[in-house]
């Protein structure tokens, strides 16, 4: 109904719904689940009302010290080496109309795709935008991968 945005926060790992009208208008909330496992970019709205979100790199173990403190992640992001953990993964996530997680499509040794930054659902399909070196778009036949809730 067009009377909000989601959007991600990519290095905060996190999605909010920005109020476009009504008594909320203005306003920036959580949406749902929120908090990501990594670290999201590309948002779209699916057609039984849900929402696709990319998320481009896993979030390294520590992150979670370093997305509380702005001026030292703003540094370590300038040298990946300071953050451990695998740095190409293939995640996107379903969410429902209200923000909860209710799929997920995983390639943790990127033998299909990894890095996604976008992702949008066609006719039981999903097109895949990606960064870093990778071909820029891949297609996915939904009903050909299993999902975890």
């Not at 590309?42 to 929402?51: C, L, V």
């Given at each position: 109904d067009e009377s909000f945005l989601v959007v991600a926060e990519s290095y905060a790992s996190r999605v909010h719904r920005i109020w476009l009208s009504g008594p909320n208008a203005g306003m920036r909330e959580p949406f749902g689940t929120s908090l990501m496992p990594g670290f999201p970019d590309?948002?779209?709205?699916?057609?039984?009302?849900?929402?696709w979100v990319a998320i481009f790199m896993p979030q390294p173990v520590i992150w979670p010290i370093f997305a509380k403190l702005r001026k030292i992640r703003y540094h370590a992001l300038k040298i990946?080496?300071?953050?451990?953990?695998?740095?190409?993964?293939?995640?996107?996530?379903?969410?429902?109309?209200?923000?909860?997680?209710?799929?997920?499509l995983h390639d943790p040794h990127c033998e299909q795709t990894c890095l996604i930054s976008s992702v949008l659902e066609h006719e039981h399909k999903l097109f895949l935008g990606h960064v870093g070196g990778q071909d820029f778009l891949a297609v996915l036949q939904l009903a050909s991968y299993s999902s975890s809730p």
């Open positions: 590309g948002i779209s709205r699916a057609p039984d009302g849900g929402f990946p080496t300071y953050l451990p953990g695998p740095d190409r993964y293939g995640l996107i996530i379903k969410l429902d109309a209200d923000g909860t997680a209710i799929r997920s």
